[in-house]
């Protein structure tokens, strides 16, 4: 080697610990500044901040990549903002009025709420729909099927994951035969929901020659700034008329009659009526933010008749101009509880807020029942969620786990009439870094239905005690306090 090369290369070696440490130290200081300045969750902040400055330089770098709201800045010039504003029509009748006044009458708890939706949604409640409870990808899947083989005009899809496997095998063949019947068909997956099976099913849907697009691909370098920005949406409208929404990803783990690999539980709806249009108005915007095209007219926005006696409005949420709508929704709704509230959920890390709004629900009267998985399918959110379990149960929750399969269920029922049902899981992740959807809806009928099915799932479930939680070996609420460390990143 050339001397004078390994005299300059010796001199970069000395250099090297000064650079790095000046780099540590500009990179944490940045970290500080910016999330002192933008973070609104402190516990998110400080736990950024520690990063930073205990990992150098890689922890400033995870910051760059994983914690800046890059969507919010820029959802503007993505074109994410008003691509559509598709209010349904909706004419008062006067019996319509009559039973408006008569629930306002007994109901005026709710009063409060029905305003809260109005104000963070900018949107009506919307009468006169149908809302049908569909259990595991195995009610859910021939109805959404069926819906797509009677396809007249045009089809719409979204979903977190779609696998290729027998249960993706068959929306694939369904989807294609609509294609070639001359249907208009749209599909999109996200850019890391779709790497879950091999081959992608976004590969072999363009040369089925279906129209899909992956939201916020994320394997070019330049692309990974939004690589924790997941569109986590599920939504299938068909002939803008008939729409499913839920948790329900598309996978054959869903359907338990396959007897799968790794089973799970899950809840899907079919919905009809008026609120189908906010569903069509969310896969609208996204498609446009992701392929530049607008979805526009009757082709996609028919006009909707009445088709039950559910009232509901469509509740998005992201990292975008519907920050926190989700959790300030849960907030108003816990505020306004007088009997019972009732939550499912996959993932239990929510912040510190809404912990503190349960434990005040509770020490009001109000029962207070939650319900987890036993055994998580991520290990560190399963030892994450125990320690935050033990300062609720003190409070009088009544927290349960169910056995398996794993219940990727998402349910929130208040007072017997009010229900959330969607995609959004009670963390972090969704609450504050997914896309997600939700309906909130107002009637009793559905709210018994759900709470029929939370009836039988806690007829199965194991009663956590604060004896259980107290009496765990050293080793293991050492890993679960570690663990709960994390609960800004999981």
């Known amino acids: ?258 007897q799968p690999d790794f089973p799970v539980a899950c809840l899907h709806f079919k919905v009809q009526g008026p609120v189908v249009a906010e569903l069509q108005e969310a896969f609208a915007i996204d498609w446009a933010f992701t392929t530049q095209e607008t979805l526009v007219g009757p082709t996609w926005f028919p006009d909707l008749e009445r088709h039950g006696k559910v009232v509901a409005r469509g509740v998005p949420d992201g990292p975008d101009e519907d920050l926190n709508k989700i959790n300030e929704i849960i907030l108003g709704a816990l505020s306004i509880a007088r009997e019972h509230v009732r939550i499912v959920t996959p993932y239990f890390l929510p912040a510190d807020s809404i912990l503190d709004a349960l434990a005040v629900t509770a020490m009001r009267g109000v029962t207070v029942e939650i319900l987890l998985p036993s055994k998580n399918n991520i290990a560190i959110m399963n030892w994450a969620m125990v320690p935050q379990l033990q300062h609720l149960i003190k409070k009088g929750i009544h927290i349960y786990s169910s056995p398996a399969p794993f219940d990727h269920t998402k349910l929130f029922v208040v007072d017997h009439l009010w229900s959330l049902i969607g995609s959004t899981n009670w963390d972090a992740r969704s609450m504050r870094l997914n896309f997600e959807y939700n309906l909130e809806c107002y009637d009793a009928t559905l709210a018994r239905q759900l709470d029929t099915i939370i009836d039988q799932k806690l007829a199965n479930a194991t009663r956590i005690t604060l004896d259980q939680i107290q009496h765990r070996p050293l080793p293991i609420k050492l890993r679960d306090g570690a663990a709960q460390l994390f609960a800004p990143y999981l």
């Open 1 to 258: 080697m050339d001397p004078l090369l390994r005299e300059l290369m010796d001199d970069a070696r000395a250099l090297w610990p000064t650079i790095a440490s000046i780099l540590h130290v500009l990179g944490a200081c940045a970290v500080t500044v910016h999330a002192i300045l933008r973070k609104k969750e402190k516990k998110s902040a400080i736990a950024w901040i520690g990063l930073s400055w205990l990992s150098p330089i890689i922890g400033s770098i995870a910051y760059l990549v994983l914690g800046i709201n890059r969507i919010e800045r820029k959802a503007v010039s993505l074109g994410l903002l008003n691509v559509w504003d598709h209010d349904p029509s909706q004419e008062l009748t006067s019996e319509d009025q009559r039973l408006i006044h008569h629930a306002k009458l007994e109901h005026q708890n709710f009063l409060g709420l029905v305003e809260l939706g109005s104000q963070l949604t900018r949107k009506p409640l919307l009468l006169g729909n149908a809302i049908t409870p569909l259990i595991n990808g195995d009610a859910a899947y021939p109805e959404m099927l069926a819906a797509i083989d009677s396809a007249q005009v045009s089809i719409t899809l979204n979903s977190y994951i779609f696998d290729s496997d027998r249960a993706g095998d068959q929306f694939l063949t369904a989807l294609t035969n609509a294609q070639q019947r001359g249907i208009k068909v749209r599909v999109m997956i996200d850019g890391v929901g779709s790497r879950y099976s091999k081959p992608s099913m976004v590969g072999r849907l363009k040369k089925a020659g279906i129209n899909v697009a992956e939201f916020l691909p994320s394997r070019a370098p330049w692309s990974m700034a939004f690589a924790n920005l997941r569109n986590h949406r599920k939504i299938l409208v068909v002939d803008g008329t008939i729409g499913f929404t839920g948790g329900t990803n598309i996978r054959e783990g869903h359907c338990l009659n396959l």
